[in-house]
């Protein structure tokens, strides 16, 4: 007999739009710029270093907070990039991909009935992590279509419950960024509180148009009460690596720690030592920004003349389309049709929304090869 009485603890949580339309694209056939994953090969220097930490033995368990050499090389990234120092021994964890990093940060911290600031759109892992800790969502929108941040709404959100601002920048699905204003006004507004901000940074190095990456970690009062995620993922083409790490003042960092370690323990052994001699060489990400630039210019130079129209997008590696010119359909409806018809896997944006927000646009992933690019692109330009 089973049992017959099962309480969900997410009873509005299905599976994740990045696994359904990722599925779909294998199912149709169709060419994948839904889930955020390259279709290129990833370094084989960084290949051969696992393979050769691997053969070295280095096969057990990795320290909790992560191997040392990569916490004193992710400490060392942080002070050449945003000359912030954070103290490996106690503000560095190396984790297993970011979505652990984040989850981990939101149960550390949320109690039942704290309140959590997000801005939608917003990442997927975010509302559900904070729904499990008993924590209530609230939710501010970025404005359409540049999607900044509505100050004004934030400002007048924060209660003697909030707990905590989610912000990610670069933005995912949207390609926007927080500015240096942004910024400022988030570290303006906690200050003085007990507000702990998680700052989702995987995109890093991801920035394009000259930009700079305005991490948490830059800005003095507002570190204080940061934890900046990453992830190894994003920067180095290796999605299905899962290394990510968290960064945090030590009082903060404590207790992460005592969730990381019953969450995962600590995260794979190799692959953490290769990184750590990879990341030594700034030349091995700072190329990021031109190389995804280059991409994303293929994709949008190649449908500019089609009816879909191009928003703005100066981070990431996702591309927003507005099909408003082409139909009425929802977005999850056009994205489907989108698949099954013409062969193009997208994500839709609504999703990203508790209540369904339709701005008629679709995020496509230009983290793929020119020809794959160029080949869905064509398609693109006949709808
Ligand atoms: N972050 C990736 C995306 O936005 C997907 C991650 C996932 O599948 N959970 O597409």
């Known amino acids: 007999m089973i049992i017959n009485s099962i309480e969900s603890k997410l009873p509005n949580t299905g599976t994740s739009i990045f696994a359904v339309m990722s599925g779909f694209a294998v199912e149709h056939g169709a060419i994948n710029l839904s889930q955020g994953f390259p279709d290129f090969p990833i370094s084989a220097e960084l290949i051969e270093k696992v393979s050769y930490f691997m053969k070295k033995g280095k ?28 103290n490996p021994a106690t503000e560095i964890t190396v984790t297993a991909g970011a979505t652990q990093a984040l989850f981990a940060a939101i149960t550390a911290f949320v109690k039942i009935g704290d309140e959590v600031i997000i801005l939608e759109p917003a990442y997927d892992s975010y509302a559900p992590a904070i729904e499990l800790s008993g924590g209530i969502v609230r939710r501010s929108k970025l404005l359409f279509p540049d999607y900044k941040i509505n100050r004004q709404e934030i ?16 933005h995912n699905p949207t390609g926007s960024l927080l500015e240096k204003e942004d910024m400022e006004f988030i570290q303006k507004i906690t200050t003085d509180t007990n507000i702990i901000v998680l700052s989702d940074e995987v995109y890093e190095h991801l920035i394009f148009e000259g930009k700079q990456h305005q991490s948490a970690s830059r800005f003095a009062e507002l570190k204080k009460r940061s934890i900046v995620i990453g992830s190894f993922g994003k920067t180095f083409h290796a999605t299905g690596w899962k290394t990510g790490f968290a960064l945090a003042p030590d009082y903060l960092m404590k207790e992460f720690r005592k969730i990381h370690q019953f969450v995962v323990f600590a ?14 060489k700034p030349e091995n990400y700072t190329y990021l920004g031109e190389f995804f630039q280059k991409k994303r210019d293929v994709f949008t130079n190649a449908v500019k003349d089609s009816r879909f129209k191009v928003l703005s997008c100066y981070g990431t590696y996702f591309q927003l389309l507005d099909y408003s010119a082409i139909t009425d359909e929802t977005e999850l409806a056009f994205a489907k049709r989108l698949t099954i018809e013409h062969g193009i896997a997208s994500v839709p944006v609504s999703p990203f929304y508790k209540e369904g927000e339709e701005n008629r646009t679709l995020r496509f992933c230009f983290a793929k090869q020119d020809e794959t690019l160029l080949k869905a692109a064509e398609v693109l330009c006949r709808i």
């Not at 040392?68 to 120092?85: C, D, G, P, W, Y």
């Not at 400002?155 to 707990?163: D, G, H, N, R, Y």
């Open 155 to 170: 400002e007048t959100m924060i209660s003697p419950k909030t707990k905590m601002i989610i912000i990610n920048t670069p």
């Open 267 to 280: 995260s794979n052994t190799p692959v953490q030592y290769a990184i750590a001699d990879y990341v030594q």
């Open 59 to 86: 096969n057990q368990y990795a320290p909790m907070p992560g191997v040392v050499e990569l916490r004193n090389a992710i400490s060392k990234m942080f002070q050449l990039n945003h000359n912030s120092f954070y």
